[in-house]
């Protein structure tokens, strides 16, 4: 029994040992394997550095590339930049020379002008080299008035006809409407001193704002353009002008001579000062063929139209005592009715406190009968007043 087991032992023995061979090739297998699969790594690793290191050169080549690109492109710029500066400057100087050539040009015709037509004005600018300074500078300053004088006139005479004519109309009509507005407070209204100032101012007011209007579209005085192209036609209009503002200021002396009052006394002054100032500032000047240029007028004839406005709506108040009757309720209309009824209607009295005149009509019958309907006037003149009212509500 003991070498039974001890062969069963050595049998167990063998088997186990055949087993550890078994297992010692096939380690010895992987192993290899796992030794090749190294080799492979190694190589793949080494074929992966060698492809990291020629993309870190080809990245370096690119980035140098890059970087000179950049240079070239920059450099590139600073040549346009450059060229675009020394073009700028040739232009400048192109610029300068063909105002040289233009100069030269006009230098060269105005010397052969001279050569083969000289005229009085060269010959004396010749002579004057040997006067005395005075005679020098007489000449001077007669030379430029009448080259101003000549610019001014060509300057003129370059408007067209359309707008000459359209400022004489409206000038003229100006005229023509104050004329007609005269004849019908003559034909058909009670003639007053008060009415007859009224009418002055108003015809004054418009003249000014149209003149005032005209100067701020041509950027001239009309009076100027028109006496430049029309003389007799711009004497015929001065003419008729201060001989209106004569009367209207004789008009105005005798509505002070009539009703002494310190606002009438105003009004004198100012309109004395207007005319004196119009007469210095634009009235002179165009009779002497002087001519300036500018918006200037417009404030003077602006200032004018102010004026003679505010004299003209004195005179509607004190044609037009509305307060009595309750002013302040009545609408535009109404009012502008009322003024028209009591400057048509010779039945209702005017008020005198403020300026009004006496009427001038020619004494067709005996004094007593004047002093008599007078008399009537002056004593129902709120009756008058509340008619006329009551018939403008009614309507």
């Known amino acids: 029994e003991t070498v039974e087991e001890l062969r069963a032992v050595v049998a167990e023995l063998d088997g186990a040992i055949e087993r550890g061979e078994v297992k010692v090739a096939e380690l010895r297998s992987e192993k290899e394997e796992v030794i090749a699969e190294r080799k492979r790594t190694d190589v793949e690793t080494e074929h992966m ?56 040009t006009e230098r060269k015709s105005e010397t052969e002008r001279r050569y083969y037509q000289p005229s009085l004005e060269d010959m004396l600018d010749y002579k004057s080299r040997s006067w005395s300074p005075l005679s ?48 019908f407070v003559f034909s058909r209204v009670r003639v007053t001193v008060s009415k ?23 950027v001239r005085d009309p009076t100027a353009l028109i006496a430049s192209r029309a003389p ?3 004497a015929i209009f001065q003419f008729l002008w201060i001989v209106a503002f ?19 006394l105003m009004e004198l002054v100012c309109v004395i000062v207007v005319g004196q100032h ?31 406005l505010a004299f003209a709506l004195n005179k509607l108040q004190s044609l037009a005592p509305l307060q009595p009757m309750g002013g302040s309720k009545l609408t535009v209309t109404e009012w502008f009715r009322i003024v028209r009824a009591r400057f048509l209607n010779p039945n ?24 008599q309907s007078q008399a009537q006037a002056q004593a129902q003149p709120d009756l008058a007043l509340a008619d006329l009212f009551a018939n403008i509500r009614n309507d």
Not at 90 to 95: G, V
Request: hydrophobic content about 50%.
């Open 49 to 104: 550095n060698g492809a990291k290191q020629w993309e870190a050169g080809e990245k370096a080549k690119f980035q140098k590339t890059l970087a000179d690109a950049n240079a070239k492109i920059r450099a590139e710029q600073e040549r346009i930049a450059h060229s675009v500066l020394h073009m700028h400057e040739l232009e400048r100087e192109i610029t300068v020379l063909q105002a040289k050539l233009t100069s030269l």
């Open 136 to 183: 020098q500078q007489m000449y001077n300053k007669t030379k430029g008035v009448i080259t101003g004088y000549e610019e001014m006139t060509a300057m003129q005479r370059r408007v067209p006809r359309v707008v000459v004519a359209v400022v004489f109309l409206m000038l003229y009509g100006v005229l023509v409407a104050s004329a007609y507005a005269l004849y």
């Open 196 to 218: 007859l100032v009224l009418l002055g101012d108003a015809s004054f007011a418009l003249y000014w704002l149209v003149a005032c209007i005209l100067t701020l579209v041509l």
């Open 232 to 234: 007799r036609l711009s």
């Open 246 to 264: 004569i009367s209207y200021a004789l008009l105005r002396i005798l509505q002070l001579a009539v009703h002494m009052a310190l606002p009438i």
């Open 278 to 308: 119009y007469y210095l500032r634009v009235w002179r000047p165009c009779m002497l063929d002087i001519y300036p240029t500018g918006s200037a007028f417009s404030m003077y004839y602006l200032c004018y139209c102010c004026l003679f």
């Open 348 to 371: 209702i009295p005017e008020n005198s406190s403020s300026g009004g005149g006496g009427p001038l009509e020619p004494n067709h019958g005996a004094a007593a009968n004047a002093m």
